[in-house]
């Protein structure tokens, strides 16, 4: 059990990364950005052609890949802060199932329909935790996950950037009045989430099931990880995403229920749901 446990904290370091990334584009930007997996997707993908076909390093290789997913997200953030300023968070957020479905698409074209031989960045084992070997890329996403949420954290909360970026999130109207230039920066913010999970997906994408569409629907278990937060808080997203890998890693274990893995973001999606909406449902009943 300890052994499947630790084999689902990678891949829960990986929901957690991502589900800090939804958390803070709804915080800052009001989208919950269902293309969020898929520019993290395009961007390994580009890094893996570009090891492949130019013979670029791997490091060099991820850093262009990360670098085109951080233009590609940036891009999204563009139109939605050009034509899209004054919607809904609903009509935002809608508008990202378009490139998350145009990318996978393109993926289809420009790389295929197949997994990518990815070469790992990081590989071999870090340390043994009760006669289990523990990975590096464990050890990598896990800290990762903390690392940004903490970052995130300060920056949001110590720095000129971050009160701005939350008078634009809180106050939006008042904010651009009193001078403050809300485009530069929320497309800032869909560019750094767009590096951070395309750096994120690299890592662990050699582990995983690394097609196109497997890759881009991560983001049901990372917004499934965000909504423990409701969105808002950081620390309950990491907790969230690490959680939901190891129930997985779990379940794996247990043949007798091991199809039930698959399952697993919708069932939590649902619960919580349903836990958020207790109060009116009792209210309703009496």
């Known amino acids: 059990m300890l052994q499947g446990a630790i084999a689902g904290l990678a891949a829960g370091g990986l929901y957690a990364v991502l589900g800090v990334c939804l958390t803070l584009m709804s915080r800052l930007v009001r989208v919950v950005n269902f ?105 990598a996403t896990v800290v990762m996950a903390i690392i940004t949420a903490v970052i995130v954290h300060v920056v949001l909360r110590r720095t000129r950037v971050g009160t701005q970026l939350r008078a634009l999130s809180e106050r939006p109207t008042t904010a651009e009045l009193l001078g403050i230039r809300s485009r530069p920066l929320s497309i800032s913010v869909w560019f750094v989430t767009g590096v951070i999970s395309a750096l994120a997906i690299t890592i662990v994408a050699p582990s995983q099931s690394n097609d196109a569409t497997s890759l881009s629907m991560l983001i049901i278990p990372s917004a499934a990880a965000a909504l423990l937060g409701g969105f808002q808080r950081l620390t309950l997203a990491v907790i969230g995403g690490l959680v939901l890998g190891v129930a997985s890693g779990l379940v794996a274990q247990i043949d007798e229920v091991a199809l039930v893995r698959n399952f697993l973001p919708f069932l939590f999606i649902v619960v919580l749901l349903l836990w958020t909406q207790r109060k009116e449902v009792w209210d309703v009943a009496r």
């Open 35 to 139: 293309a969020q997996a898929a520019t993290g997707m395009f961007g390994a993908f580009t890094a893996v052609w570009a090891v492949r076909q130019l013979g670029l390093p791997i490091w060099l290789g991820s850093a262009l890949g990360v670098l085109v997913a951080g233009v590609l997200s940036a891009a999204i953030g563009w139109i939605a802060a050009t034509w899209l300023s004054e919607a809904s968070t609903t009509t935002r957020s809608a508008m990202t199932v378009g490139p998350l479905l145009l990318l996978i698409s393109l993926s289809f074209i420009l790389f295929g329909n197949k997994p990518q031989p990815f070469a790992p960045i990081i590989a071999g084992p870090a340390f043994s935790l009760g006669g289990v070997t523990v990975s590096q890329v464990t050890v």
